[in-house]
């Protein structure tokens, strides 16, 4: 295991967050309309298991997972399945993709609960099972299935939890807000993760200056009396929220560039996706809604709300008191990761944590690219310790070989290269349209060796067929011999 | 004297000989590990158009002078260059008369009402990548076909044809993938700036 101290590079960023923490966190009114795509978690998509015309409960399951990496889907109110056809989708960016269409008769009748048993008396493979059909994904930005994720990690041991709390990105607040007003669910989520996991150790970090989250978080962990959880501070570093980087700042570990945590004996989770399996497993409530950041220049009354999945942006905004005469741009994530809508007709999705409307005061017109003049700034700034100045070069080559051999694909895309950049380059733009290229080339070396081995253990079947009818035939002439 | 010298002379005639046996014995060791080190460059389609039966046996003709490193169609130019730079041999592109490829890649594709189950096409397929049994109807695992078309000329009824292949099963970048990188574009014509406040 390679010890490391701390983050490589990273920014200081002006965080932003004050502007969606002034107010507290609001549950969103429930909208009219759902729109839940089938695909809004990684892996395969879910299949529909409701018809058109159908009556739904809330907290019904209305899609189920295919496969190994796959997640439930529950209708987020009651109402009558209007439609099951494509839609437009916000991680698709605006690009249909087959939705489930709920209109919402604002009864809230709720599906049956399935009665709840103490966590404590379950046996991991049970919690496991029990968790697998709250249709619960990775809150923090990739949607995960956590099931897939607690699965992988049976055979690690010893294993320690790490649950993250702080924001990857500035403007986002919603984890902040979590942790406020909700740190008893966060606290008994951790403790459940512990025991479908068979972790020994919990640690939940979060950021420096985040006194509130800080004091609501230390208050649970006193009540729960648990002294597994204990509480850990990281820099105000970006991107400290990155789960390697995370890792790095609070073991002071560095994960295997071709692992994963579990590798070192550490399961990462999002505090939010604790929190919604604490919200299942005590109350029987599935995933059916999310906190989502509502901030930018644009938007009269930002803050944090509590939004049932399948409601549309436009909604939200609405919500926030509209949008100001300033608005130029609409983006889902992060100020520096995050991706710009085309509109903002677009359901929220179990991946939505931030919604920025932006002014010209928050963004920046990129000036004139200028020719890289090897400051090495970009690589002082790199947290995955890369070098951008170099891979930049290889990416105008197109030489994927050398690509990959400076670990393009480690890049996490974070932008802190572009930020720091005086030439203005466009790294992260660069590096985003050659990894699909590096990722092919990947799978094709794959394919190859897989059919390379199949022709080789065909070479060695006919080998042998031919040497057993040799010896068959050999035996039979004896025999005719012998008589 | 002389005596002595003899029986030195005969004493470092022995050794020669010896070492030269010793590396003899080896030489194959040495060529096998580079055989498999210009197989690792091919793209084990076992299509068998530079004429040997598989891509191995092409590696070892390429490491023992019996073939040149431009008779690889699926490979196309770029491993005949990667070839070239590996034996230090004069890069060329490769010689249309080993064959043409596609395009695209393509896989084969067994039209299962016309197929009688003779069997033929799973014997040449160089990759195990048919499936079926005798009077039985035959089907092509898509995912393993490599597109080698070996399987297109044993069969009676004509029944075989390629298809493209599927973006899952022949590793092309899937949708998502390539919207992300148009998007990419775009995400970045502004960036939101931190330092405004």
New interface residues.
Partial sequence: MIRRSGVHGG?Q??A?NERSTARPLRRANPPAQLVLPVDQHAGAPARPIVREGERVLHGQPIAEPTGQVSAWLHAPASGRIIAIEPRPAPH??G?PTLSIVIENDQRDDRAEPSPSIAFEQRSPAELLEQIARGGVVGLGGAAFPLAAKLDSVRAARPLTLLLNGAECE??ITCDEMLMRERAEEIVLGARILLHASAASACAIALEAGSTLADAALRTAIANAHDERLRLVTVPNIYPAGGERQLIAAVFGLEVPYDGLPADIGLLCHNVGTAAAVAQWIRDGQPLTSRIVTVTGDCVREPGNLDVRLGASIRQLIEQCGGYTDRA??L?MGG??M???LPDDDLPVIKATNCI?A?SH??????DRELPCIRCGACSEACPAMLLPQQLHWFSRLADLQALEAHGLMDCIEC?CC??VCPSQI?L??RF??TK??L??RR??R???????E??????ARLERIAVEQRAALAHKRRVRRED | MMLLLAIAIVAALAATAGAAAALAARAPRLDERLIEQV?AL?????CGRCTFV???PYAAAIVRAHADINQCPPGGDQTAASLAAFMGRKAKPVDAGFGLMPPAPMVAWIDEVACIGCTKCIQAC????IVGASRYTHTVIAA?C?GCELCIPPCPVDCIEMRPARPIA????S???????????????????????
């Fill in positions: 920014l960023l002006e932003h698709r960016l690009a500035p403007y130029s741009r983006i100020s520096l995050g991706l710009a920025i932006a005061a928050d963004l920046q017109p990129r932008g572009d930020y466009p992260v733009e985003r349209e699909p290229l990722a092919r799978a094709e794959a394919d190859a060796r897989a059919a390379r199949r022709f080789e253990a065909r070479a | 197989n091919l793209p084990q389609t076992q598989g891509c191995r160089p990759v195990d990548a393993h490599t022949k590793s092309q970048p949708n998502a993938e390539q919207a992300q990188t148009q998007a990419a574009g775009d995400r970045n014509r502004g960036r939101v700036c931190e330092l405004s406040a």
